[in-house]
């Protein structure tokens, strides 16, 4: 079956530092998003992708984030300044429609910012 | 906007049947999911129900939907220590933008 893959799994970066999450979505899916849970707290939504431009994001998504589709395959979410309180698992997902389809996570990264 | 809320733990003897339950606060929610998280692992689909449905059932899951309070079980028939992980339920008001609850810890005992 396939499934959305995540990479690296496990990222630890200094404080200021910049960050790229990687993602490769399912290959007929066309809306992405990222998701993130910080430890001990509910799995939180971050953005959506459709068509290479975001298509909602929520208040944590701020200009620190930003979410990239540099060719066909991947799928990344870049922080430009890491914080302390980046520090979360950061989970992407696919689907095939926006409205009516479920959304297909990969294993996610775990970022930690020293 | 939306809230999702679940009990945090449940445990289970094996072979029993597992319920673990869930209410959400925006009637307009159009689909409901189950997850189930393993440990360092990522969040697997299990099941989903459209909200004009209220009841889906797939092998051993049986999805319950009652609207009207805006609750949401999940039964596991014969649990088995394979079960064992936690479970999200989140609810989407269309767009795909999930709301998670925090997820129930189901352990499972011999």
């Known amino acids: 079956e396939p499934e959305v893959t995540q990479t690296p799994s496990h990222q630890v970066t200094q404080m200021g530092q910049e960050v790229i999450l990687r993602c490769v979505p399912i290959?007929?899916?066309?809306?992405f998003y990222w998701y993130r849970q910080i430890l001990g707290q509910k799995v939180e939504f971050l953005v959506s992708?459709?068509?290479?431009?975001?298509?909602?994001k929520s208040e944590i998504f701020d200009d620190q984030f930003s979410v990239e589709r540099p060719d066909g395959s991947n799928f990344t979410l870049k922080i430009r300044s890491t914080k302390l309180e980046d520090s979360a698992m950061y989970f992407c997902?696919?689907?095939?429609?926006?409205?009516?389809?479920?959304?297909?996570f990969g294993n996610g990264t775990r970022l930690t910012v020293t | 906007g939306e809230d999702v809320e679940q009990s945090l733990f449940l445990s289970v003897r094996e072979g029993d049947s597992s319920v673990i339950n869930c209410t959400y606060t925006?009637?307009?929610?159009?689909?409901l999911y189950w997850y189930k998280q393993e440990p360092g692992a990522g969040l697997q689909l299990l099941t989903y129900?459209?909200?004009?449905?209220d009841m889906k059932q797939d092998q051993r899951l049986t999805v319950l939907l009652n609207k009207k309070d805006k609750h949401l079980s999940l039964r596991i028939a014969d649990t088995q220590t394979g079960d064992s992980a936690i479970y999200f339920c989140?609810?989407?008001?269309?767009?795909?933008?999930?709301?998670f609850g925090t997820g129930t810890q189901l352990k499972v005992e011999l």
């Open positions: 997902a696919s689907s095939t429609d926006r409205g009516d389809s479920p959304l297909h």
């Open positions: 290959s007929n899916h066309l809306y």
């Open positions: 992708f459709y068509n290479n431009e975001i298509s909602e």
């Open positions: 925006d009637s307009s929610s159009t689909y």
């Open positions: 129900i459209f909200s004009n449905m």
């Open positions: 989140a609810a989407s008001g269309g767009g795909n933008k999930l709301t």
